[in-house]
C-alpha cells in the first residue's frame, strides 16, 4: 500500500469543503440555540440558501451575490418561523420540521429552471508570495474566502457570546427568559434576531454546497447536512470553538475514508462510513456521562415558548 | 431526520388523496402509485423512473390516475408509505428502489387485492412482480469505452451498496474495460448512499487525486459529472443523459428508460391479465438505452461499442462469456459459458483482477 500518494493537502481541501456548510449552520444554530430556541429547520434554511443562491450567482454572475442572497434567503424563511414560534407561540419542535418540509418543497419548485447549469466559480484567495509556499502556503493561504469567513464567524460569535453585554442579554434569554423579560428585554425581538441569524448562517452554508462543494443545483442536494449540523451543536456542548472541532472532524473522517477507499486499503467501506456516526455518539455518551455538566452547558430554556403575560 | 421524511410522505399521500378525489367523475380510471427512494429531481434515477410514469399518464389519458411519494427512505418507513398508498384504493403500486424488497412483500401480504410491482429485487409473490433492467449491457458498453480511454488507465468507480445489481455492474464493466485495456485498473469507492451530492462530489474529487481519469458511478446524482467536468477528467451519465453537467466531461451513458414496461403492466391491470411475473429486459427491448457518444471517442472505439451494443441487442454477444475467473482464482465460467441469470441476479463476489475486497 502506498501511502505516500494520499497527499495530505488535496485531502484538507476536501475536508474543508465537506466540514464547512456543517460549520455555518451549525454555528448560527448555536446562537439560536444559546437565545432558547430549537429550530430544526435547519435542513429546510439550507436548501433554501442553496437554491437563492444559486439562482443569485447565475443570474447576476458572481458568487459573492449569490452568498448574499443565499443569507437573506435562508434568514428569510426562518422568519417564518420566528413569527410562529415567537408570536404565535407555536411548538417550536413542530414549527422546525415544518419549515424543513416547506424549505425542502420550495426550493425544489424555485430550483426547476436551474437544472444543468454552470454556476461562476469563487475565485480562490492568493496571497502574493504566501500562497506558493509549499503546503503551508496550499494548507492554509489558498482557500476560498467562505472557509475564511466561517472561521471568523466562530470567532465573531464567541466573542460576542462571551465578551459583550448584548451577548449576555442573548444567553439570558436563553437561560431564565422570565429574568430577562423581567429586566427589561424584549425576549421575543431577541429571539426573533438569534432566529435570522441562525436562518442566514445555514443559508451561506446550503450555498457553499450548490457554489463550492458540488458546483450544481439538484433537489434535496442538502442531503441531510442540516440535521449533523444540529447534533454537531450538541456535540459542542454549545461551545462555539468545538463546533470548529465537531464539523472538521466529521467531514475529516469523511474524506479520510473516501480518500482510503479510493487508494485501495482493504478496510470495509460500511464500518469507515459509520465512523463519524460512532465517534459523534461516544463523545456524546462521554459528556454526557457527567449529568451535572452536561445540564449545566445546554441553555435551560431550550425549547421553551415564552410568553408576557403583562 | 426519518420522522421528517415520514411526515413528508404523509404530506404528499394528502395530496395524493386529494388528487384523486376529484376523478369519481370521470369512471373508475386505474390508480397508478410510484414510490421513490431520491427526488424526482434528482436527475437520475428517481426522476427516470418518474419520466416511465408521465408516459403512462400520457398514454391512456384520463384512464389513468397516478400518484407518487418521493424521498422515502428504504425500510420501515417505506412500510408505512405503501400501507397509505394501498389503502388509498391504489391499484398497482411501483416500489422502485432495491432496498423496498421486503417492505413491499409484507404489504402485499396485507393487500391480495393490489399488485405490487418492485423493481431490481429477487422476491416475488402473488400479487409482487419484479422488473429490472440489465444495466450490465449497458455497463459492458460504456466499459469498452473507459477501458479505451484512460490515459493512466485508471477507472474510478463510484459504487452505492453493495448488493448484486452493483457488484454486477463493477463486474461487466471491468471485464470490458480489461478486455480493450490489459493494463486497467479499478478503484471502488463505496459511498452507502443512492443519494448524496456532497457526498458522491467528496468520492470523485479523492478518485481524481488518486489518479483516476475516468469515473464510472452508480449513484444517482450528477455531482461526479459537474466534478469531472470542473476536475478535466472524463465520466459517463448514470440513468439520465446528463449531458448538461458534463458537456466535456461526459462519454456517454446508460439510460434507463422504464415507460414502456410501466404502460404495459398499466395495461395489463386494466385488461385483468396482470400476473406475478419477472421482467429483466436490457438494450434489445430498449429499457436500456446508450446514450450518444462524445466526439470525444475515437471512431474506431466508437465502432467498437457500437458492435459490442448491436451484438448484445442480437443475443450474439453476453457480457459475462467464460473464461471468467472469480477474485480469489476459482474458475467461475469456463471459456465459452455465458452466465445464467440466477447467478447474475445474486452476485456477490467480484471477477478476478479487480483489487479490493468487496464488502458484504
Given at each position: 500500500m502506498d501511502f505516500s500518494s494520499l497527499d495530505p493537502v488535496a485531502m484538507m481541501v476536501l475536508l474543508i469543503g465537506a466540514a464547512t456548510p456543517i460549520l455555518l449552520a451549525a454555528i448560527g444554530e448555536l446562537v439560536v440555540e444559546k437565545a432558547g430556541v430549537l429550530n430544526l429547520g435547519v435542513e429546510g434554511m439550507m436548501i433554501?440558501?442553496?437554491?437563492?443562491?444559486f439562482i443569485a450567482a447565475t443570474t447576476t454572475g458572481s458568487p459573492m451575490l449569490g452568498l448574499l442572497a443565499a443569507a437573506l434567503g435562508g434568514a428569510a424563511v426562518s422568519m417564518l418561523f420566528a413569527f410562529l414560534t415567537q408570536y404565535l407561540l407555536s411548538s417550536q419542535v413542530a414549527t422546525g420540521l415544518a419549515l424543513t418540509l416547506f424549505g425542502l418543497g420550495l426550493a425544489a419548485l424555485m430550483g426547476t429552471s436551474y437544472n444543468g447549469i454552470k454556476p461562476p466559480r469563487m475565485a480562490r484567495l492568493e496571497v502574493e508570495g504566501v500562497s506558493d509556499i509549499p503546503v503551508v502556503g496550499e494548507l492554509f493561504f489558498s482557500h476560498d474566502p467562505v472557509i475564511y469567513f466561517s472561521l471568523f464567524l466562530v470567532f465573531a460569535v464567541w466573542y460576542f457570546l462571551n465578551r459583550t453585554r448584548s451577548g449576555l442579554v442573548l444567553r439570558a434569554c436563553g437561560e431564565n427568559h422570565d429574568a430577562a423579560h423581567s429586566l427589561g428585554y424584549n425576549v421575543q425581538l431577541i429571539r426573533f434576531g438569534a432566529i435570522m441569524f441562525g436562518g442566514a448562517c445555514a443559508g451561506l452554508g446550503g450555498a457553499y454546497v450548490s457554489l463550492v462543494r458540488v458546483p450544481q443545483w439538484t433537489e434535496g442536494m442538502t442531503a441531510g447536512v442540516g440535521w449533523i449540523a444540529l447534533a454537531i451543536v450538541v456535540f459542542a456542548a454549545w461551545k462555539p470553538w468545538r463546533v470548529i472541532l465537531g464539523a472538521y472532524m466529521f467531514g475529516g473522517i469523511t474524506i479520510l475514508q473516501l480518500?482510503?477507499?479510493?487508494?485501495?486499503?482493504?478496510?470495509?467501506?460500511?464500518?469507515?462510513?459509520?465512523?463519524?456516526?460512532?465517534?459523534?455518539?461516544?463523545?456524546?455518551?462521554?459528556?454526557?456521562?457527567d449529568r451535572k455538566r452536561a445540564s449545566l452547558n445546554a441553555p435551560a430554556c431550550l425549547g421553551t415558548s415564552f410568553h408576557a403575560s403583562h | 431526520m426519518k420522522f421528517t421524511k415520514t411526515l413528508a410522505a404523509a404530506a404528499a399521500m394528502g395530496f395524493a388523496l386529494a388528487g384523486s378525489a376529484y376523478a369519481g367523475s370521470h369512471g373508475e380510471p386505474v390508480k397508478a402509485g410510484f414510490i421513490y427512494v431520491g427526488p424526482v429531481g434528482d436527475l437520475g434515477w428517481s426522476y427516470e423512473h418518474d419520466q416511465g410514469r408521465l408516459e403512462v399518464e400520457e398514454h391512456f389519458g384520463d384512464a389513468v390516475e397516478t400518484s407518487f411519494v418521493e424521498s422515502v427512505p428504504e425500510g420501515a418507513d417505506a412500510e408505512r408509505v405503501m400501507t397509505q398508498m394501498a389503502r388509498s384504493g391504489v391499484d398497482i403500486i411501483f416500489t422502485t428502489s432495491f432496498g423496498y424488497m421486503d417492505p413491499t412483500l409484507n404489504v402485499a401480504e396485507n393487500f391480495p387485492d393490489v399488485v405490487f410491482e418492485h423493481a431490481t429485487g429477487y422476491k416475488r409473490a402473488d400479487n409482487v412482480s419484479t422488473y429490472s433492467a440489465r444495466f450490465y449491457e449497458g455497463r459492458h458498453v460504456i466499459g469498452l469505452i473507459a477501458g479505451s480511454m484512460t490515459e493512466t488507465n485508471q477507472v474510478g468507480y463510484i459504487a452505492s451498496f453493495p448488493i448484486p445489481e452493483v457488484v454486477r455492474g463493477i463486474n461487466a464493466a471491468y471485464l470490458a474495460a480489461k478486455s480493450v485495456n490489459p493494463d486497467v485498473e479499478f478503484k471502488v469507492v463505496w459511498?452507502?448512499?443512492?443519494?448524496?451530492?456532497?457526498?458522491?462530489?467528496?468520492?470523485?474529487?479523492?478518485?481524481?487525486e488518486q489518479g483516476v481519469d475516468v469515473i464510472m458511478q452508480h449513484t444517482d446524482s450528477p455531482a461526479a459529472m459537474t466534478i469531472a467536468e470542473e476536475k478535466g477528467v472524463m465520466a459517463f451519465g448514470q440513468a439520465s443523459d446528463m449531458m448538461a453537467f458534463g458537456p466535456t466531461a461526459r462519454l456517454s451513458s446508460i439510460i434507463d428508460n422504464w415507460g414502456p414496461y410501466y404502460v404495459?403492466?398499466?395495461?395489463a391491470v386494466m385488461d385483468g391479465t396482470w400476473e406475478s411475473t419477472d421482467t429483466w429486459d436490457g438494450i434489445a427491448p430498449g429499457m436500456v438505452e446508450i446514450g450518444a457518444f462524445s466526439d470525444r471517442i475515437p471512431a474506431d472505439v466508437q465502432a467498437l461499442a457500437q458492435a459490442a451494443s448491436d451484438a448484445i441487442a442480437a443475443g450474439d454477444l453476453h457480457p459475462f462469456t467464460g473464461p471468467i475467473n472469480k477474485q480469489d482464482g476459482s474458475a467461475w465460467l469456463a471459456a465459452g459459458e455465458t452466465?445464467?441469470?440466477?447467478?447474475?441476479?445474486?452476485?456477490?463476489?467480484?471477477?478476478?483482477?479487480?483489487?479490493g475486497d468487496l464488502p458484504n
Open positions: 433554501i440558501g442553496a437554491v437563492t443562491g480518500s482510503l477507499q479510493a487508494l485501495g486499503v482493504s478496510i470495509s467501506g460500511a464500518y469507515l462510513s459509520m465512523t463519524p456516526y460512532i465517534v459523534t455518539i461516544v463523545v456524546l455518551v462521554i459528556m454526557s456521562a | 459511498v452507502y448512499t443512492w443519494f448524496d451530492p456532497g457526498k458522491e462530489a467528496d468520492a470523485a474529487n479523492a478518485l481524481i404495459a403492466r398499466v395495461q452466465a445464467d441469470d440466477g447467478t447474475l441476479a445474486g452476485m456477490n463476489f467480484y471477477v478476478e483482477g479487480i483489487s
